[in-house]
């Protein structure tokens, strides 16, 4: 249908609710009425299979609709699910009968706006046709808020035509497809105070955390830390599952309530628990194993609460909505945090150390999940039947919460769900068809694949349970009471299988080697060393795992952040730490991935994988084993809250395919920007450049020599407890102390003081004689261009600043380059560390800086400049009248603007090349 064709169809909607509207607006009229009569209708026209007339099995439908089953007074499902690609969702639609008032009634809006925020979509809408509003669902809905709160849109079928076009071109099936939905949702969605339902899930979390660890503390006082966090972790993952069963229609709605009308509130619930274990198997419920959790102490109070706010009114919370994804979001960060136990008995939950270390928990995004998935575990089951996929083993090293995991076993779901759909059940079939009467995988189904293909690891045993769990989740999706209870009783088997053997928890880069060279195992608890030959024994006698996924952890090794014998271990096992200058654990997770003997792998990390020296050798050994089919980076921080730029490589044995270089940008839409052939060296890999780029860097650097051939350079000192050490007044034997904040190019002031030998220094240039001498360059270390003054006095100097000497070159002439447009051009291009992020300039990349050679005229013409420019800039700090600072500085914008001109001559560069420059 036209555009045209459609406008038409809905003016004879409009005619008729107009005409019949007192009919249609009495309250006998029914909301199934209305759906039939005009909402279906209006979402045909715009394009939308609402009847399903393609015949899709009900897992691929465009539109569903949700059966209403109404809980304690409360509607369960939204009227209408709008889908794209395979059933990823993009709004719910929220029917109601023409006699609710939709502008006012506070609701239907909390309603649809609950099930949008647990969905974590962006917008959803409601209508009884004569009304229509769309709202912001990333706000987290409130039951008193009014119903203007959070709406985007509003109008009456009165409005239709006048509004067709926005209608059209936002909701119409065409331009969906075309990303006009994704445009409007980035120009109307106001984020402004928003609280996503995994941060508020989070916080939901922790606090059950504090009050399950304070009561089990308080009430069991044999139990130490380490099986406190274990209690309370079992309890919370045991009811969360529970809930999300009893939403789901796997569970009798109000199953855990029932443990709060007598007696001992967790024993009834422990109780549920056992039925559980029965039922499900699942390894959640294993409670041979769990030496704990039935004795348990907790106040009646303390489960009363919990459960009480898992249910509506109390819970946000829609648990038939909100998915495994998102929960696993939550959970990411809750593992990242530790309870800590005082002396009466009260819980404080804390960042681990390790997690303080590393800056924080970061949730890999959903789109980068499913890149790396599709780009290895969808490359190696292309074209296979289910009996070849069933030998393929996939394995995240550092699994965490289960993004990967989850995101490669839903690709694997997908994929046998459309191959039984397309070519018939397999001849043999076992106790039930692989498809159920509605297109879904059955239970066995979904249980051999996880069981079959699906591996991970994790040190911390809070991380593998939850793991487990997402995993479980998943594996129960679709599934209702009918289903299990048939599968129970009919060929007696338990819903769920166990995943001990899938999911391991150890440390992935330490063997059990670890131990010859130790006399004291007491580390062991704390290191958990982990042979990945005796934990996966039937898949190394195979070969070893086919495909490598994840985001290992991103942590600078030192002395002071680790365990001395963990690196020694690292020392003499890992090429990438002992031959590397700088030692991160993301590099050893790269070197280990080899030794699991993938066909192909694929790891997000930080970018400064991709250029500095310090992870030559870990470019070195990825090469020598894989060749990288890709490499993706962004022109924006995929992780939120952390200004760390990133990258994803994905590299497969015997390909012989190019690299390709590829860009995600904000929308997160991919684009192959070139193909590339890496040299096995230590060299960078340069991305960023096609050819001609290349080209013109190569002619760079053949007429210049490298900085760090005609200076020597040190970093500034890092001073302890420096705030307390540096004073305001200067005494006779205290120096200026520089910070990088006190500097800008070709200028410097100073208002702190100190005394060297009272300075605790403990890094960068202790030395009193590479502080002090003079005359000297400063460059600023951070930001993605250079800022670099002159320095003829003694200062002291701080590690956010790298100092200059030499003898061999002018240094004012080589700091009219440094200052230069081209210079900062160069850098920001080829050098810079972490140039989505914080980014810092490297003492390694500057002394790579292309130094040209200038005749004696023109060092001299440079240096005058610089010299005068200097000289501008010490009266511009003296300058009261803003005229006179105007005048100064139209002064220094013409010696620098000079300063240019004769540095894009002395390299040589074009028109073009210049006006490149110009405009960065």
């Not at 001609?692 to 407890?721: P, R």
Request: hydrophobic share 35%; glycine share 6%; net charge neutral.
């Amino acid at each position: 249908m036209t555009k045209e064709q459609a406008k038409i169809e809905i003016e004879k909607l409009v005619q008729r609710f107009d005409f019949h509207i007192n009919e249609y607006k009495n309250s006998d009229y029914n909301e199934t009425q209305t759906r039939r009569d005009f909402i279906d209708p209006f979402f045909k026209t715009l394009g939308w299979d609402i009847d399903n007339e393609q015949d899709y099995a009900e897992s691929y439908r465009e539109v569903i609709h949700e059966d209403k089953i109404k809980i304690a007074g409360a509607t369960k499902a939204p009227d209408y699910s709008f889908r794209i690609g395979g059933g990823k969702r993009l709004f719910f639609v929220e029917a109601k009968k023409p006699s609710v008032a939709i502008k006012d009634d506070i609701h239907p809006a909390y309603q649809v706006r609950r099930y949008g925020w647990n969905a974590k979509l962006a917008i959803s809408i409601i209508t009884d046709f004569e009304e229509f509003s769309i709202y912001d669902c990333s706000k987290k809905p409130n039951p008193t808020d009014k119903a203007s709160v959070a709406r985007i849109e509003y109008f009456t079928y009165k409005d239709y035509l006048n509004k067709f076009d926005f209608i059209w071109e936002t909701f119409s099936k065409e331009h969906v497809l075309k990303g006009s939905f994704d445009k409007f949702l980035q120009n109307s969605a106001n984020k402004k105070g928003t609280a996503t339902v995994d941060k508020e899930f989070l916080q939901s979390l922790d606090k059950w955390r504090t009050y399950l660890a304070t009561s089990i503390s308080w009430n069991n006082k044999g139990l130490d830390e380490d099986e406190i966090n274990f209690a309370v972790q079992q309890t919370i993952d045991r009811i969360i599952f529970l809930r999300i069963a009893e939403a789901r229609s796997v569970e009798v709605y109000g199953n855990l309530k029932t443990a709060l009308k007598q007696g001992d509130y967790y024993q009834n619930l422990f109780k549920i628990f056992q039925e559980a274990d029965d039922k499900y198997n699942s390894g959640i419920f294993d409670l041979k194993k769990d030496k704990i959790s039935k004795n348990l102490k907790i106040e009646n109070k303390i489960i009363k609460t919990i459960v009480s706010e898992l249910y509506y009114p109390e819970s946000p919370y829609e648990f038939s909505v909100l998915s495994v994804e998102i929960l696993g979001s939550a959970y990411e960060q809750f593992l990242g945090k530790t309870i800590s136990i005082d002396k009466a008995h009260h819980a404080k939950i804390e960042e681990k150390p390790e997690v303080r270390k590393a800056g924080g928990v970061y949730y890999t995004p959903q789109y980068v999940v499913e890149y790396i998935v599709k780009n290895t575990v969808g490359k190696l089951i292309e074209g296979r039947t289910p009996k070849e996929i069933s030998k393929i083993k996939i394995v995240d090293p550092a699994c965490g919460s289960g993004s990967f995991l989850i995101g490669a076993y839903q690709y694997l779901l997908d994929f046998h769900k459309n191959y039984y759909s397309n070519n018939g059940k397999p001849s043999k079939v076992k106790k039930e068809n692989t498809l159920t009467p509605e297109g879904y995988l059955t239970t066995a189904e979904k249980k051999r694949i996880l069981l079959n293909n699906i591996f991970g690891v994790d040190i911390d045993v809070n991380a593998v349970e939850v793991t487990k769990l997402s995993l479980l989740l998943k594996c129960m999706e679709g599934e209702t009471n009918a289903s299990i209870n048939y599968q129970f009783k009919l060929f007696n088997e338990r819903v769920l299988p166990t995943l001990d053997e899938n999911i391991k928890c150890g440390n992935s880069l330490v063997g059990t080697d670890f131990y010859s060279n130790q006399l004291d195992y007491g580390d062991e608890k704390k290191i958990k060393p982990f042979n990945w030959h005796n934990g996966f024994p039937n898949i190394f006698k195979q070969g070893g795992f086919d495909c490598v996924i994840g985001n290992p952890p991103y942590l600078k090794l030192t002395i002071s952040n680790s365990d001395a014998d963990l690196l020694s271990y690292y020392q003499n096992n890992f090429n990438s730490y002992s031959g590397g200058s700088s030692k991160n654990l993301f590099q050893l997770f790269l070197e280990k991935v080899s030794k699991l003997s993938p066909k192909i792998f694929s790891f997000i990390t930080p970018e400064a994988l991709l250029t500095t020296d310090s992870n030559g050798k870990i470019r070195e050994i990825i090469l020598e084993n894989f060749n990288l089919n890709s490499i993706v980076t962004f022109d924006h921080f995929v992780f939120q809250d952390a200004t760390i730029g990133t990258t994803i490589i994905v590299g497969e044995k015997n390909s012989k395919e190019k690299t390709k270089i590829v860009k995600i940008d904000t929308t997160q839409q991919q684009k192959v920007i070139q193909e590339i052939k890496l040299n096995k060296s230590l060299e960078s890999w340069d991305v960023s450049f096609d050819d001609s780029s290349k080209l013109f860097f190569k002619k760079i650097l053949s007429s210049s020599k490298l900085m760090g051939e005609l200076v020597e350079m040190s970093k500034g000192m890092v001073v302890k407890n420096r705030n307390d050490i540096l004073t305001q007044t200067p005494t006779k034997k205290s120096l200026p102390f520089l910070l990088g904040n006190c500097m800008k190019r070709y200028s410097y002031y100073y208002d702190r003081y100190a005394e060297y030998e009272k300075l605790e220094i403990i890094g960068g240039t202790r030395d009193y004689k590479k502080q002090t001498t003079i005359p000297r360059l400063l460059i600023r270390r951070t930001g993605s261009s250079l800022c670099a003054t002159y320095s003829d006095k003694q200062e002291l100097i701080e590690s956010t600043l790298y100092i200059l000497r030499s003898n061999k070159i002018n240094l004012k002439f080589l700091l009219g380059l440094l200052n230069s447009k081209f210079l900062s051009f160069y850098l920001s291009k080829r050098l810079v560390t972490n140039s989505q992020g914080f980014p810092q300039i490297l003492m390694g990349q500057l002394e790579q800086l292309p130094i040209a050679t200038a005749n004696k005229e023109i060092q001299n013409e440079i240096e005058k400049l610089v010299e005068q420019i200097l000289k501008l800039n010490i009266e511009l700090q003296e300058i009261k009248l803003q005229s006179k600072v105007s005048q100064n500085q139209g002064k220094i914008d013409y010696c620098e603007n000079r300063i240019n001109e004769i540095v894009y001559q002395l390299y040589d560069l074009t028109e073009d090349e210049i006006k490149i420059i110009e405009e960065k």
